[in-house]
């Protein structure tokens, strides 16, 4: 099939990154958008927008047959998922093959074998490619439970089968814990991901989270190195970069060539990752795989210069991707902050509110994804993430360097960010030694809630204040009388705040 015009069923950054995507690959770019986003930036990006309804996710991102009914409508001939909502549910791959449509990712198959974590155990073990000790199959019965634990020696991880993002997840040390630890996550798990299926494998203490980007095209598939993701809390990234200090070019081989094996165990296509644990002594084990475009993906490109959305677009197109054959070595250092509306002094509870204004840092080697801007509403129905700040130096410490100062330029007035979590993150020194896992900040709380940095506060307090005049002004109303020669001019004075500021 020919594609001409493409349908993203997304939102926010990711909605946008993919119309810019989808206009430099010369095709045409439709919205959908649910009341709480008629006006956002990736719905006057696109070239048309379909609405689907109420602001809840489950009236509107998340109903497969309106986003099916929409690319009908508006004439698109295939539809790419971004990350969340829909990317990894095979049924909605599945129903957008069977409307005669192109699904840019992953076949149904390939999604519906990584998506049941013990399927794509039981697969990746046929394939040879490391996995965690553990079980093959659920587990519901707490006698089952409690005897394969002892097998395995505690502590012991019990994880939801169809899930992924920490949901449904608990560390259990101690025997007596097993039993309330298995009722509490297939209960996260039936509300999360509407499978109360949980299964156990070892924990392993002090691991490294590292993922290697797979692309595929059916004819080749490649993988594009490392990026480091350990730094978590409950479970969530909030900083990755590419490569990772930890992995040594033979490593990255030898996790390439495990997550290639991976891919085509499967049968995958379009682009793809494999999450593995890197324990200290070099051994890995695979975790799972995110059958889809992640939101990290950013560090990846900017040090292999490789467009991934791009490469997705041309696959589904029934193109050969266009990276050459042959090994690919990374290029200096990308780091990647997810900037989010959370309030790191009051336990990363979301913030709400109306941007009243927000200024992005620019520059050299600086990367702002971003589906927000001054003026927009942040509300609770989706998820936290307002921004990615991204950026690439020669070297880790330049890298390090540049996304200080990157997080200094910015500015968000209205809601509270991670940012000041960030910057103390940055100057800490085991950060900049490398010396990180995923219970890094599980021992680190003076890093999650310290003291926020002096010169962000006194940025923040100019703008708030400058944000305050600008909306009383708004509000005062003109006085008739006054001479057109002696009433002020808003462009002026919009020109004189800029300059303020």
Same mark, same amino acid.
């Not at 975790?287 to 589904?316: F, S, W």
């Given at each position: ?43 006057? &990006? !696109? #070239? /048309? +927008?379909?609405? =689907?309804?109420? @602001? ?8 497969? *047959?309106?986003? %099916? ?105 101690? &025997? !007596? #814990? /097993? +039993?309330?630890? =298995?009722?509490? @996550? ?8 509407? *499978?109360?299926? %949980? ?107 490789? #467009? /991934? ?15 050459? *054959? ?110 990180? #896992? ?64």
């Amino acid at each position: 099939m020919t594609i001409q015009r493409v349908l993203v069923a997304n939102r926010g950054e990711i909605a946008l990154r993919i119309i810019r995507a989808c206009h430099e690959e010369g095709l045409e770019a439709v919205a959908v958008y649910s009341d709480a986003d008629r006006s956002a930036p990736y719905v006057r &990006a !696109a #070239d /048309l +927008a379909v609405h =689907l309804g109420p @602001a809840p996710a489950a009236q509107s991102y998340l109903v497969i *047959d309106k986003l %099916v009914a929409a690319a009908r409508s508006s004439g698109a001939q295939a539809i790419h998922p971004g990350f969340g909502f829909l990317s990894e549910r095979a049924p909605f791959a599945r129903a957008v093959e069977e409307a005669g449509l192109v699904f840019v990712g992953p076949p149904a198959s390939a999604i519906e074998a990584m998506g049941d974590k013990t399927e794509a155990r039981r697969r990746m073990e046929a394939a040879g490619v490391p996995v965690v000790p553990g079980a093959m199959a659920a587990v519901s019965d707490p006698a089952v439970a409690a005897s394969l634990a002892d097998s395995l020696g505690y502590p012991v991880l019990v994880k939801a089968a169809a899930g992924g993002g920490g949901k449904g997840m608990r560390v259990v040390r101690e &025997a !007596a #814990d /097993l +039993a309330p630890a =298995l009722v509490s @996550a297939a209960s996260e798990a039936q509300k999360a991901f509407g *499978d109360p299926a %949980v299964y156990l494998e070892k924990f392993i203490e002090r691991p490294r989270h590292v993922e290697i980007q797979i692309l595929a095209d059916g004819r080749r598939t490649i993988h594009l190195g490392e990026r480091e993701c350990s730094v978590q809390r409950r479970h969530q990234k909030l900083l990755e970069e590419a490569p990772s200090v930890a992995v040594t070019p033979a490593l990255r081989e030898r996790m390439g060539a495990a997550a290639v094996a991976a891919a085509k165990a499967v049968g995958y296509r379009s682009a793809g990752t494999c999450e593995f644990l890197l324990a200290a002594d070099g051994s890995f084990y695979f975790l799972e795989m995110n059958t889809r475009i992640q939101v990290e993906h950013p560090v990846t490109e900017l040090v292999y210069g490789v #467009d /991934l959305v791009r490469e997705q677009l041309r696959i589904a197109r029934g193109l050969e991707m266009s990276v050459a *054959d042959g090994p690919l070595v990374p290029r200096g250092w990308a780091i990647e902050c997810r900037i989010t509306s959370e309030d790191p002094a009051n336990g990363f509870l979301p913030s709400t509110g109306r941007i009243a204004f927000l200024r992005a840092p620019a520059g050299p080697g600086v990367r702002w994804d971003s589906g927000v801007e001054t003026g927009d509403e942040v509300t609770l129905y989706y998820d936290s993430m307002l921004a990615k700040l991204i950026v690439h130096g020669a070297s880790r410490a330049a890298a390090i360097g540049r996304m200080e100062r990157a997080l200094r330029e910015l500015v968000v007035v209205g809601v509270a960010t991670n940012q000041p979590f960030h910057l103390r993150l940055l100057a800490d020194q085991a950060f900049r030694e490398g010396a990180i #896992d995923i219970q890094f900040l599980e021992r680190r709380p003076d890093l999650v809630a310290g003291a926020p940095d002096p010169v962000v506060l006194e940025r923040l307090a100019i703008a708030a204040a400058l944000a305050e005049d600008e909306r009383r002004r708004a509000q005062k109303p003109a006085i008739s009388g006054e001479p057109a020669a002696r009433r002020t001019s808003a462009w002026r004075d919009q020109a004189r705040r800029e300059g303020l500021r």
